[in-house]
């Protein structure tokens, strides 16, 4: 193209759009903005290595089974009555109060600010099992 036209061009575009379409987008680029840039870059790779290795497949006897899958290593026994639980309801009282629901009714139920305090809850717990109480 001849560079008089180019001309013409920018100058018809710089009229109808403003003078920021034909800017070179270089000139709005800062350092501070390239630093930010370079950090949102190193955080998407981060999540994307994170990804890869929680759906990472791995041989588990003969099968091929997500990683995720594996990783659920979960606690089911009861620190208070010390029974093994298979009831999902009890999975919400296990993660809050640290008990199954059978003795969420029985120890904390009302009583949620003392069975937060671990050292009151194991002295509570102690006396109350050697007391003989079941």
Known sequence: MDLNKIARLEKAIAQKYGQIAIANPRSFWTQQKEEEYLEELKDIYQ????SKEYNEKINKDGFLVAKKL???ERDRTCPACFTYSFNPKD???MNKYD???KCYIKFVEGREERWS???ERVEFLAAYYDQGEK
């Open 99 to 101: 008990c199954c629901s």
């Open 91 to 93: 999975d919400f009282y």
């Open 117 to 119: 305090n671990l050292t």
């Open 47 to 50: 999540n994307d290595i994170k």
């Open 70 to 72: 594996l990783n659920r």
